[in-house]
């Protein structure tokens, strides 16, 4: 069977008719704020959502569930008659979603974090529902939210701070850290704050039920289930297509209350949220009242800041990291002090991290051309990412680094023992002959890589 992108070059692509749907439905919701949308369900099952929904899942990949189905199986039984099995459960009332399957992933900051991973059955549900609620939310969510919404990207959230910091002397602040804030939003007033838009019974029944879904996880060769979410009605698993939205709604509702309590207005506060990350800027000897204010909005909401990682930054003097980066104190020629940002210490040694794995010895079977384009997917994405502010030093450690172990790598693959790296690869062969990525090394080049 031939496929395009892992679909059928029978299946269409939709994409007019659903964006034209999303339209519709945000022009609706951004011209009646207070309209409570009652008739959703049937265009969560409508064949462009479900065959859109099908083809962003697909190209977002990831694990089975647990039920061990892949795309590929999907995709030699017949995508559309998958995708006709699953409209018609979801028409009849009959679809119920599986448990999701418990994944640990590293965290930055040492130890692990929980992922529920929902089977692609569910996480094609979710997709659709997401591709028809999103709109609908989107109209209303707040300026200051830069998190999993459409045409917004984390940069723009780190521009935001510096503009603030910069241009309107908030330079108070107020380095935030939620407490496991997706396993601990509560349930009934999430499902409350979408009903404030939303009246269809069964979307909000559909919702509740992914809420409260058991996790499943093999541990010493025993199947566990686990029903927290439904037992402390808390929490919107991480690694569920519509936990992002969900996660957005409920932040909402702090910033909502920052606002109408006059919080914003008396502290000259403005807050910068990115999932579950946020800053609030404020003027200078604002900052302890505003954190006060926020730590009982905080808990009001049912939520646990975490006091240990959420401190009071006074710049340019003090530095705070946010989003990867760090903002600091940086020195002009003639010795003026001005706020500026850089990669942090911690993103620089997680991509120093995965060069190092990327380049272990353990890998020399490989081919040298499969070695060079991972090196490249990870420093030219990073690199696309820390583009702000004076970040030539670190491209210059980054690229040294590379260099160095790449070298090692390739003596160790050809068995070179006792001779140079450098002497035998030198920079202009790892770039020209091997065509390792280059980064900018001038201001110059990054205006022109940038641009």
């Not at 380095?175 to 009903?195: C, E, G």
């Not at 670190?394 to 140079?420: A, C, D, P, V």
Request: proline share 4%.
């Amino acid at each position: 069977m031939t496929r395009t992108r892992g679909l059928t070059k029978s299946l269409p692509t939709p994409i007019n008719s659903v964006r034209k749907l999303q339209r519709a439905l945000y022009a609706k919701a951004k011209a009646e704020p207070d309209f409570r949308f009652y008739s959703l369900w049937d265009k969560v099952h409508r064949t462009d959502v479900m065959t859109e929904a099908y083809r962003r899942c697909r190209a977002n990949r990831g694990s089975v569930g647990v039920d061990g189905q892949s795309f590929v199986d999907i995709e030699e039984l017949g995508v559309e008659a998958w995708l006709s099995s699953l409209q018609e459960e979801l028409k009849s009332g009959n679809y119920r979603s599986k448990p999701l399957k418990r994944v640990w992933i590293p965290k930055a900051s040492g130890g692990k974090r929980p992922l529920g991973i929902p089977c692609i059955r569910d996480r094609v549900v979710q997709m659709a529902v997401n591709i028809v609620i999103l709109p609908i939310f989107e109209a209303d969510f707040r300026p200051c939210q830069y998190g999993f919404r459409p045409k917004i990207d984390a940069k723009m959230a780190i521009r935001r701070i510096y503009y603030h910091a910069t241009q309107h002397r908030r330079t108070d602040i107020v380095d935030a850290d939620l407490k496991d804030y997706f396993n601990t939003i509560p349930h009934s007033p999430l499902i409350r704050s979408v009903a404030r838009r939303i009246s269809d019974g069964r979307l909000l029944s559909l919702l509740k039920h992914w809420l409260e879904t058991p996790v499943m996880e093999r541990v010493d060769g025993q199947t566990k289930v686990s029903t927290t979410a439904k037992r402390t009605h808390r929490g919107t698993p991480q690694g569920g297509v519509i936990s992002p939205l969900l996660a957005n709604i409920y932040f909402k509702r702090f910033v909502l209350a920052w606002e109408k309590f006059g919080f914003q207005a008396k502290f000259n506060a403005q807050i910068v949220n990115y999932a579950d990350d946020f800053v609030i800027c404020c003027s200078r000897g604002k900052g302890e009242l505003a954190m006060t204010a926020m730590h009982h909005l905080m808990s009001k909401l049912g939520l646990t800041v975490n006091t240990d990682k959420t401190h009071l930054a006074h710049v340019p003097q003090e530095s705070f990291d946010f989003l990867g980066y760090t903002f600091c104190k940086q020195y002009a020629k003639d010795g003026r002090v001005y706020l500026g940002t850089k990669p942090s210490k911690k993103a620089l040694k997680s991509l120093r991290s995965k060069i190092h794995e990327e380049t272990a010895i353990n890998r020399t079977w490989d081919m040298v051309e499969n070695r060079v384009n991972r090196l490249n997917q990870l420093i030219g994405g990073w690199a696309n990412y820390f583009n702000q502010g004076p970040v030539l030093g670190s491209y210059n450690f980054i690229e040294e680094y590379t260099g160095r172990r790449l070298r090692r790598w390739l003596t160790k693959k050809h068995k070179q023992k006792g001779k140079s790296g450098w002497r035998l690869y030198s920079d202009a062969y790892l770039h020209n002959e091997l065509g390792l990525i280059k980064l900018p090394r001038n201001r110059a080049e990054l205006s022109s890589a940038k641009a």
